[in-house]
């Protein structure tokens, strides 16, 4: 899986905190999709700080061939929205996975 990650609003030291904890949180995912060639899935985050409401945005964009899943979340603490983002995109592609494999199977032929 390709990693590529946007800031805004975040210091250094913040960035490289959160790019390690995204790593270990959305290793579980990157297990779940090895049946995909490494260059066909790509995840994008993108996290932007508003220092007046002190919020953070993140958005999750996971591209898996020519399927795209989103997760958007907002909180005070980007960890947790890094959680929430991971167990949602797993949901997403388990659905996709589900579907792709209905779709493989033989139908049924009816006497």
Do not use: C
């Not at 949180?25 to 990157?30: K, T, V």
């Not at 388990?94 to 033989?106: N, S, V, Y």
């Amino acid at each position: 899986m390709v990693y590529q990650f946007q800031f805004k609003g975040i210091t250094d030291v913040l960035k490289e905190d959160i790019k390690d904890y995204a790593f270990k949180r959305f290793e579980h995912l990157d297990k779940f999709l090895q049946t995909f060639e490494e260059d066909m899935v790509k995840l994008t985050i993108r996290i932007e700080h508003y220092v007046k409401h002190n919020a953070y945005i993140l958005k999750a964009t996971l591209r898996l061939g020519m399927e795209v899943f989103h997760h958007e979340d907002d909180t005070h603490d980007p960890k947790k929205a890094i959680d929430r983002s991971e167990e949602n995109l797993i949901s997403q592609a388990k659905k996709f996975i589900g579907r792709l494999k209905e779709r493989k199977r033989p139908k049924k032929k009816r006497i």
